[in-house]
């Protein structure tokens, strides 16, 4: 787990976000990393929305991985992911893309960029999904409690956040155990999935690429952000991203955890 023991500030909490294909952060701070390749439940408060999350099962580092989303809001289901044709982040309802933006029901959904922007008034939800491996969940004290999920459970204490789908919490369980216990329902295919470190010194290559990242990945360590928000988890994120992709990501596995961060 990477992050420091003490309580998340409010003004920090709140918000959830995955990126990097392993990445995750809960609504109140706490940050894993998790390799599971299969749909798994993001954010649920179990009565009238779900956000599930598709990873990229062909993922392995050597190409942009391509995660997907699926957003449940009463009885309307919204998928978010790539247009056949184009590859170009899209909207869909009943198999048919949509006009950006629109509504359905209470929430909107438009584009910026390319980012899909998905919005709840009713409670003041937003989510964000960058058309490919970032995607960022905010809420407001209305769901304080109320969830469950990858994301926790958003109660301002991060020490419990590890509940798993049938509401355990066990502190001694691993992070896998955990995550893996929120994989979606309908998922036969789905195996658990486990750690794995992918900046190791088993071979020469390893070594250099393992060196590379730490070279590349601690300019995060030295921004004025530093001072409001602890970079750590952030830098081994980014160090676990480069050694995970090809030479030919190198630049793009920084950038995104520079982004995230």
Known sequence: ILDRAEAMPLDQQGYCMTWGEHHYRTFDGRMYRFNGKCSYILATDEQTFS??????????????????????????????????????????????????????????????????????????????????????????????????????????????????????????????????????????????????????????TDIRKASQAVIECSYIMETECKYVVDPTPFFEACREDVCFGSEARENKSFCNAMAAY
């Open 51 to 204: 956000v599930t999350l598709h990873n990229d099962p062909s993922c392995d580092g050597s190409k942009d991985c391509k995660r997907t989303l699926s957003v449940s809001y009463s009885h309307y289901v919204l998928n978010l992911s790539h247009n056949s044709e184009t590859g170009m982040p899209s909207a869909v309802y009943n198999g048919q893309e949509l006009s950006l933006p629109t509504s359905l029901g209470l929430m909107s959904i438009k584009k910026a960029s390319n980012y899909i922007i998905v919005r709840v008034a009713v409670n003041n939800m937003m989510i964000k999904w960058d058309g490919a491996e970032d995607i960022f969940i905010q809420v407001d004290d209305e769901m304080h409690g109320k969830l469950r999920g990858l994301c926790g459970d958003f109660d301002h204490d991060k020490s419990n956040d590890f509940h798993n789908l049938a509401g355990g919490l066990d502190t001694s369980a691993s992070v896998d155990a955990f995550a893996n216990s929120w994989a979606a329902p309908g998922d036969d295919e789905c195996m658990p999935a486990h750690s794995i470190n992918f900046c190791t010194t088993d071979t020469e």
